[in-house]
């Protein structure tokens, strides 16, 4: 008797998701489209569509285990499609001045915004709750975007210059930066990964390990790629490479899954084919799974019964978060000898947040670093910094600068 009430249930939870599915894609989507033709990132408008959907507004649809493990899928693929899209002779070329403006992109924030919320909520032990939260905010602070930046730099014509191009490989290096950050903090707040020595030694062995077993893949697909040049094997064999490292990354060495899908698109940048296979790609991710993630931000923000420390805090959250990158990359340039002028343009340049904020903030709620609430205060930065970022370079390039 109880096999068919067991299938009814399991059916039942199935048309739901399918009917939830269906929700996400059209309003999420719609909304995307729309921002997007209002000048801002797709992301907003999916995000707003999550919100709608979710508990601020209708409450038509709940996160659950089936939504939570799409929008993990979608991590992962987006992750892989940034790696694959990184320009590694770009990265090499702007070298130093790059490197360290993405390190001063890194730690100012992070300083910052652990400093924040110590101000805010208390000043925690070495090593408790309140102390991993706190340097978990940070570390949602050091996310740079330069999707809206590449965008507008194009539109002005500035996207090749000294200036263009070390702002690019700058953001690019950030990332790398924050996904090591990312990776010894939530270790260490898990307990995964156990002491911090345990942990950066993990972490280096993990690198050593990816570094191996990414060339010896680029190797492979490249001979694969020559062989079969655009053909269906070669996104599927590199999709499959990518799951597998972001299994192992985590399973093996305690890394966080995404930096694993990160690396693997990384190692497959140089292949021939790099642009076929994150073309073949984003059509699963950015049609499917992508907008799920999104929407699932929304779906697990509920601004209703915000109290007004948190108010508070994701104002000061925005403010923090802005001036640091701004400051910290903007000091760095000018030291490495552009103009003032130059250095500012910089370091807006930097300022932008989206994905890769959204990816580590889910993170921290998936081991109970932060609460559902700190969504707000991501997706406020990301607004803000989406659309004051472009205004600020337009109006800063009306003037002629040194490249």
């Known amino acids: 008797m109880w096999m068919p009430v067991l299938y009814e249930m399991e059916s039942n939870e199935m048309l739901e998701f399918i009917k939830d599915f269906g929700l996400i894609l059209l309003v999420c989507k719609s909304l995307g489209l729309l921002s997007k033709r209002l000048g801002a990132p797709q992301v907003v408008g999916e995000i707003i569509g999550g919100l709608i959907l979710g508990p601020c507004l209708m409450d038509w649809i709940e996160s659950g285990d089936t939504i939570s493990l799409f929008a993990e899928i979608g991590v992962i693929l987006m992750m892989f499609s940034t790696g694959l899209g990184t320009d590694l002779k770009q990265l090499i070329k702007t070298g130093k001045t790059a490197f360290l403006m ?7 924030p992070l300083l910052g915004g652990t400093v924040l919320y110590a101000c805010i909520y208390g000043f925690g032990a070495i090593g408790s709750n309140e102390f991993f939260s706190g340097l978990f905010i940070g570390t949602i602070m050091t996310a740079t975007s330069v999707s809206i930046t590449v965008a507008t730099l194009q539109e ?3 996207i090749n210059t000294k200036l263009g191009t070390t702002i690019v490989s700058a953001a690019i290096i950030d990332d790398v930066i924050g996904m090591i950050v990312l990776t010894c903090v939530i270790g260490a707040a ?37 062989k079969y040049p655009r053909t269906q094997r070669v996104p599927i064999f590199s999709l499959a490479a990518c799951f597998l490292m972001a299994y192992i990354a985590e399973k093996v060495f305690g890394i966080a899954d995404i930096t694993g899908a990160y690396i693997m698109g990384v190692a497959l940048a140089s292949v021939d084919d790099a642009e076929y296979i994150e073309k073949k790609i984003d059509i699963s991710a950015y049609m499917i799974f992508a907008p799920i993630f999104f929407a699932n931000i929304g779906l697990q923000t509920n601004i209703n019964h915000m109290s007004e420390d948190m108010i508070l805090f994701s104002f000061l959250f925005v403010i923090v978060a802005l001036v640091c990158k701004v400051f910290g990359c903007g000091v760095v340039a ?59 370079l337009k109006v800063m390039y009306k003037e002629p600068a040194a490249v």
Not at 102 to 108: E, F, I
Not at 349 to 360: D, K, N, P
């Open 190 to 226: 898990s307990g995964k990964g156990g002491s911090f020595s345990t942990i950066l030694i993990k972490t280096i062995l993990f690198f050593i390990f990816a570094f191996v077993v990414g060339y010896v893949v680029n190797r492979g697909m490249g001979l694969l790629d020559k």
């Open 334 to 392: 000018r030291l490495s000898g552009f103009d003032t002028k130059d250095a500012l343009k910089a370091g807006v340049g930097m300022m932008t947040r989206g994905e890769v904020a959204l990816i580590v903030t889910q993170k921290g709620l998936s081991i109970g670093l932060v609460d559902p609430s700190f969504f707000s205060a991501v997706i406020l930065l990301i607004i803000v910094s989406s659309i004051a970022t472009p205004l600020l």
């Open 102 to 108: 993405a390190l001063a992109g890194v730690v100012v």
């Open 156 to 158: 002005l014509g500035k």
